[in-house]
């Protein structure tokens, strides 16, 4: 069994609501440190967690500013991004509107 296949019997396995009857939602995650996050000329490092819609309701995640990405978003691909509150402010200073900015993850 290669690599492959054991991961998508295991996702296949959590996709099933029924391997998992106490479980409310089952959301894919990855984690990415020493990202760097870059608008204009300022430059951050960051940790990147990638997942799906569900992760607002999952994590009770409430923006304070914009929306939550959809899951239109996830199956399109989109290019959308949630910052947290201490990375946005470092990236958008004196203010600056961070809301339909384009930012470079590297």
């Known amino acids: 069994e290669t690599d492959r296949e054991w991961k998508k019997e295991k996702i296949d ?7 998992l009857p106490y479980a409310r939602s089952v959301i894919p995650m990855s984690f990415q440190g020493g990202i760097k996050m870059t608008f204009g000329e300022k430059i951050k490092s960051a940790t990147i967690q990638g ?3 569900e992760m607002e309701r999952v994590f009770a995640f409430t923006p304070e500013i914009g929306t ?3 899951e239109e978003d996830v ?3 989109s290019q959308v991004v ?3 509150a201490k990375l946005a402010e470092e990236l958008f200073q004196n203010g600056e509107d961070p809301l339909g900015k384009r930012v470079k993850i590297k």
């Open 13 to 19: 396995f959590l996709k099933n609501k029924n391997n």
């Open 68 to 70: 939550f990405f959809t």
């Open 82 to 84: 949630v910052l947290g």
């Open 75 to 77: 199956l399109s691909r």
């Open 51 to 53: 997942g799906n819609a």
